[in-house]
């Protein structure tokens, strides 16, 4: 099993639309989560840390649940620049610093 | 303020050589990752740097790999010899010191090993 899993996708939507992506993570350890946003060919980016209170960040809204070890994020009105890679990241556990990665959900955005 | 650079952007090496590959961290960040993505699978990680120390290298694939970080500033990742399925996408990451700190990463180098 891996240690972070997630729908591969792709997800194809219109603009304007609203896309949810979700995460399981399987060490109960872990401390810190993450959604990271990769541009084909690019380097990962961090869109938002993800806490267990919930955050929003503009169009942007990311829920952890500790109990379900379970992230997602929530993309509201969808924009063409919004197509990238989705890649949820967990860090910590036994190693202070250590990022986890799933395999990233693939979001294409059309007109 | 520059990012994290890395350097080659591409390297197409034949089983066997030697490839070093160089990471150039943001100034004043004390800590330095090394990740590897290998086609259709996740971003892996390799090790973890403190300064000039390894704090982590329980991702490093076998002892073809030698990775080093004298003086705490860049980092350079050897592979020798290199091997087939050593070939993907080498990140280098760093972020400042602290617990969970943003880390920035580098553009990546692809390594071809043919």
């Known amino acids: 099993r891996k240690e972070v899993e997630q729908d591969p996708g792709p997800f194809n939507v219109p603009e304007g639309a609203t896309v949810a992506f979700n995460c399981t993570y399987s060490?109960?350890?872990?401390?810190?989560f993450f959604w990271y946003r990769q541009d084909c060919r690019k380097e990962p980016k961090l869109l938002m840390s993800?806490?267990?209170s919930g955050n929003e960040d503009g169009r942007f809204t990311a829920q952890l649940n500790r109990a379900s070890q379970y992230i997602s994020l929530l993309i509201r009105d969808s924009k063409l620049s919004d197509s990238a890679t989705y890649l949820c990241?967990?860090?910590?556990?036994?190693?202070?610093?250590?990022?986890?990665f799933g395999q990233g959900t693939i979001l294409t955005v059309h007109p | 303020e520059a990012g994290v650079t890395q350097f080659p952007s591409h390297s197409v090496i034949e089983k066997g050589q030697t490839v070093t590959l160089r990471c150039d961290p943001i100034?004043?960040?004390?800590?330095l990752y090394w990740y590897r993505r290998v086609m259709g699978k996740e971003i892996k990680f390799l090790l973890h740097f403190v300064k000039e120390s390894k704090q982590d290298e329980s991702g490093m694939p076998n002892n073809r790999f030698l990775a080093e970080r004298t003086g705490g500033t860049y980092s350079t990742l050897k592979v020798q010899p290199a091997e087939l399925e050593d070939s993907g996408v080498y990140f280098c990451a760093s972020s400042a010191q602290g617990f969970w700190t943003e880390a920035f990463f580098g553009q990546g180098t692809r390594l071809t090993v043919v």
């Open positions: 100034s004043g960040h004390d800590n």
């Open positions: 990241v967990v860090g910590g556990g036994t190693s202070y610093g250590k990022l986890t």
């Open positions: 993800v806490y267990s």
């Open positions: 060490n109960s350890a872990s401390q810190s």
